[in-house]
């Protein structure tokens, strides 16, 4: 599924196992003999994870799905991991159906953060929790890594700023490992003959992470280092405006809320 077919509904419809009627129509056709691994990454808020044309699932919509997913039988262990602000919004308030395991990037009110600064196509092309998922997948020996590891160095290493959470059954964590699921290292390096790595495609410059709130304005303070022109500096004093204001509208809200001294 690609550009306007990756809606909610159809997110909801493939996850259910119904046919979106559109794209190459697949679904997911898994049993209870199945582990299902599911990955998200886009922007989120509190309660919410946003979708490219701008609508976005509620936590409560996405508690449905899941709990769905358990009752007609269509997994039987699942891992999800989500990237985006406020991750842990969507499944701090409840509970989880059985045999569920979920990491995020961030907990209930907080960022996540953008890497892999690409100056050729002036984006950031992942985020520090994804990065350094595959990262640690990569330098696994061949008995890979179990989910717990991952949870357990992002959380005594986040000097890049990603507060992963988890939720759910935590044992899953201890039993799977993401060999389960993205193959082992040989697996991995005989179906491609390219590295797969981030570091070593294109035009790339590692930079120090960036929170997703501040992405749009660092990404034109890059454009304008690698690609100075008219547009760039002019996209660059656009953003600086907009980070001006949301700093004066959180300034005023503070000091109606007699929280800023300043």
């Known amino acids: ?11 909801i419809k493939v996850l259910t196992g119904l046919y979106p009627g559109v794209g190459t ?10 582990r299902v691994f599911l990955y998200f990454a886009d922007h989120g808020t509190c309660g919410g994870l946003y979708f490219p044309d701008k609508s976005y699932i509620a936590y409560n ?10 009752d007609l039988k ?7 991991l989500v990237e985006a602000c406020s991750a842990g919004s969507m499944f701090f308030f409840w509970e989880l159906p059985p045999n569920m395991y979920v990491q ?10 953008a890497w892999n600064y690409d100056a050729s196509l002036g984006v950031y092309l992942s985020n520090v929790f994804t990065q350094t998922i595959w990262n640690l ?10 989910f717990q590891d991952t949870y357990e160095f992002l959380l005594t290493h986040n000097d890049n700023g990603s507060q992963i959470c988890q939720y759910g059954d935590l044992n899953i964590a201890h039993e799977l490992n993401l060999n389960d699921f993205f193959g082992t290292k040989q697996q991995r390096s005989a179906s491609s003959s390219e590295k797969s790595s981030l570091n070593h495609v294109g035009d790339r410059k590692q930079v120090q992470s960036v929170g997703a709130n501040e992405a749009r304005y660092e990404m034109a303070k890059l454009r ?3 690609d100075p022109t008219a547009s760039n500096i002019a996209a ?12 004066n509208a959180l300034h005023n809200i503070l000091h109606s809320a007699g929280l800023n001294n300043g």
Request: hydrophobic letters at 35%; aromatic letters at 10%; zero cysteines.
């Open 1 to 11: 599924y690609k550009s306007t077919d990756i809606t909610v509904q159809n997110f």
């Open 236 to 247: 660059l004093k656009y953003e600086e405006r907009v980070r001006q204001r949301v700093d």
């Open 25 to 34: 129509n697949r679904t997911l056709q898994s049993t209870s003999n199945d």
């Open 61 to 70: 919509e996405l508690q449905k799905t899941l709990t769905t997913m358990y």
């Open 224 to 226: 304008v280092q690698h």
């Open 137 to 146: 997948t990569e330098s696994a020996g061949p008995k890979g890594l179990v």
């Open 104 to 113: 995020t990037a961030s907990p209930v009110f907080a960022v996540s953060f």
């Open 74 to 80: 269509m997994y039987g262990k699942l891992v999800f």
